[in-house]
């Protein structure tokens, strides 16, 4: 008698295999599917001049929000916030929004307004309209759930998978402050279980707390690449980490990588920071995610154009594939890069 295999644990597989490995099964030849799973958004063709953008992100309390610090507009705005991210990421425009909700009874119709507020907020900024959705009740903890429904001129579209040896490696505005301004709230609140009495010392931190709990899509960032005439030849946000996502646009595009560590801009406040909880700054930059930064290349004609861009920075450069994907540091030593990004399933 054949041995029944024991059930094997997610935890064996990272969240992108385990995506991989679920969606195996399915191929389509539908034509007008341009880009399927594996990128910021799907991309589907409307007709000869118009992509459909759609894309869905989940957020979990205890796993992407904490209640006890995250105001609930707050998390209302981000909700939306990280959804329209990935159209940036797709150098396109987000029109439509769905909100879905998975509500225990611990919650206030209160709580949920404010929730609301937020998502009001986000949609005049991004300028969306609020189309639809669902609720639920769910046994403990919210989740938030939205879909984003955005377009792009077909020439306008940018995946992971463009990207050319040569080409140049850009980021927008800077990196690691979500990330150290997730240290810091997590800090207080440690303070804050053991005597209740202190009252939360966030003084000083006010540009990393609001990477944290509210970061901006760079909607902006894509219209400015309009008007200087520049179509990335990939392009994907950084939600897990500057150096996950190099690896995403490295294997989508099949090129290798050197990145520069000096060179990855950053907030002084973000790296004094980073020096007083004895995290190296860089590794912040590299590993700490929820920047919502765009992270893209160019062609080498781009260059001047994005180098006398104050909303960019030039971090590294594709080389061939076989050559490997390298971090190099202040020293001129390359290391092979890796993502230690978020491991929800650890
Ligand atoms: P992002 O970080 O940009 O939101 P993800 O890393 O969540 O993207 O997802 C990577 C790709 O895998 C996307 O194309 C997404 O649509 C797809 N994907 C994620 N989870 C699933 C799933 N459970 N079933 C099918 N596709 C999925
Ligand atoms: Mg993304």
Redesign the pocket.
């Known amino acids: 008698m054949k041995q029944q295999e024991p059930l094997r644990n997610i935890s064996e597989l990272g969240?992108?295999s385990l995506?991989e490995e679920?969606?195996r099964d399915f191929h389509s030849d539908k034509k007008e599917i341009i880009v399927g799973?594996?990128?910021?958004a799907?991309a589907i063709s409307l007709d000869n001049k118009t992509v459909q953008l759609i894309?869905?992100?989940l957020l979990v309390e205890g796993v992407h929000f904490d209640p006890m610090y995250t105001p609930y507009k707050h998390l209302g705005y981000k909700a939306v916030a990280v959804n329209v991210s990935?159209i940036c990421?797709m150098n396109g425009f987000a029109e439509y929004i769905t909100v879905s909700l998975a509500i225990s009874s611990k919650y206030s119709i209160e709580a949920l307004e404010e929730l609301y507020a937020g998502i009001k907020a986000a949609c005049i900024q991004y300028n969306l309209e609020l189309v639809g959705g669902d609720t639920t009740a769910a046994p403990f903890g919210l989740t938030i759930s939205i879909t984003v429904f955005g377009k792009v001129h077909k020439t306008d579209l940018v995946t992971r998978s463009g990207a050319k040896v040569y080409d140049l490696l850009v980021v927008s505005g800077d990196l690691g402050g979500a990330y150290m301004g997730l240290q810091v709230l997590e800090r207080e609140k440690e303070v804050f279980k053991t005597n209740p009495e202190i009252q939360p010392d966030l003084d000083g931190f006010d540009y990393i707390i609001q990477r944290q709990l509210k970061p901006e899509a760079r909607r902006d960032v894509v219209g400015i690449l309009k008007e200087l005439k520049v179509t990335p030849t990939s392009m994907?946000?950084i939600?897990?980490g500057l150096a996950s996502e190099i690896l995403h646009l490295c294997k989508s595009s099949n090129v290798g990588c050197h990145v520069y560590g000096e060179k990855i801009p950053m907030d002084t406040q973000t790296v004094q920071t980073s020096i007083d909880f004895n995290i190296d700054p860089t590794t912040a930059a590299l590993n700490g995610g929820e920047d919502y930064e765009l992270l893209f290349t160019i062609q080498q004609k781009d260059l001047e154009i994005i180098q006398s861009n104050p909303n960019f920075t030039i971090i590294g450069h594709m080389t061939d594939e076989k050559d490997g994907i390298y971090h190099i540091d202040k020293q001129g030593a390359a290391v092979t890069l890796k993502a230690q990004g978020w491991k929800h399933f650890n």
């Open positions: 969240e992108f995506i679920l969606t799973i594996g990128d910021d799907a894309s869905t992100d990935d990421a994907i946000d939600s897990d």
